[in-house]
């Protein structure tokens, strides 16, 4: 499943009344024939593997549509790439990790002073890991950017961004995949993985996805998640997705705009 299609699934489980339609801000064909932005609620960015601190055509087009998102006053939020893509239109700067892929966890995120405040982090705890999958971190935020949370290796792991008339919500994790998407994401970067030393061989990593399959499958099987190494955080549902309710909660309740 590609990630707008998880997103688009993921928002209706969790608001099942929404009705979402899929944008591509690469390429600028969805919307440069004139979409009203206006017209929506919100935004929402996915993952994906566009490279933000490179000048391509495709980088550069999707720089142009958050920026037309921000000027229409449009609450937006993004994971991952999503994140950075804002993060580069408004201003800032993205740049490759030192090694290649964070994959599977991030392991001890932190709330900055403004994170723990923040409406968007409501719930939390001090510190918690969550799904992750990328080769590129936000290494200089916009003027209007406040770093929400970070882990040691991530400076921008949550941030708020204000640009124009808009604002953006978003996470460097990915609170919308669940623990089999995650697996299935290890099994396709194996050869990456296993060159990283993250693991001996294919078995190992096969292992491992079988694993949070099976904790997906059964999330009171406290030996696995014993084995991984995660808590409710991760495992519950409802928590792993805590940044997007939050969200929506806000947008519901018309209080985005703090």
């Not at 600028?28 to 993952?47: L, P």
């Not at 998102?69 to 939020?77: H, K």
């Not at 079988?210 to 030996?223: I, S």
Request: aromatic share 6%; proline share 4%.
């Amino acid at each position: 499943m590609a990630s707008h299609e998880t997103y688009a699934e993921t928002l209706h489980e969790m608001s099942g009344d929404c009705v979402v339609e899929h944008l591509c801000c690469v390429d600028g064909s969805s919307w440069a024939s004139g979409v009203e932005f206006e017209a929506f609620d919100a935004a929402f960015f996915a993952g994906s593997p566009i490279q933000m601190h490179e000048n391509t055509p495709e980088v550069r087009g999707a720089a142009r549509f958050m920026r037309s998102v921000f000027e229409a006053g449009l609450p937006s939020f993004g994971s991952c790439a999503g994140l950075q893509i804002a993060a580069v239109a408004a201003g800032g700067t993205v740049r490759p990790r030192e090694t290649e892929i964070e994959a599977g966890f991030t392991r001890g995120v932190v709330a900055t002073d403004l994170g723990r405040d923040h409406p968007m982090l409501c719930g939390r705890p001090g510190a918690w890991d969550a799904l992750t999958m990328h080769s590129a971190i936000v290494d200089r935020l916009p003027p209007g950017g406040s770093i929400l949370a970070h882990t040691k290796d991530v400076p921008v792991e949550a941030a708020e961004i204000r640009s124009g008339w808009g604002i953006f919500w978003g996470v460097q994790y990915h609170p919308e995949l669940a623990l089999s998407e995650i697996a299935a994401a290890l099994r396709g970067q194996s050869d990456t993985l296993i060159q990283q030393g993250l693991a001996k061989n294919e078995a190992v990593i096969e292992g491992y996805a079988g694993n949070l399959e099976n904790l997906e499958a059964d999330p009171d099987r406290l030996d696995l998640a014993w084995q991984l190494g995660l808590d409710a955080e991760v495992i519950d549902v409802a928590q792993r997705r805590r940044e997007i309710l939050n969200f929506l909660e806000h947008l519901k309740g018309g209080t985005h705009l703090r």
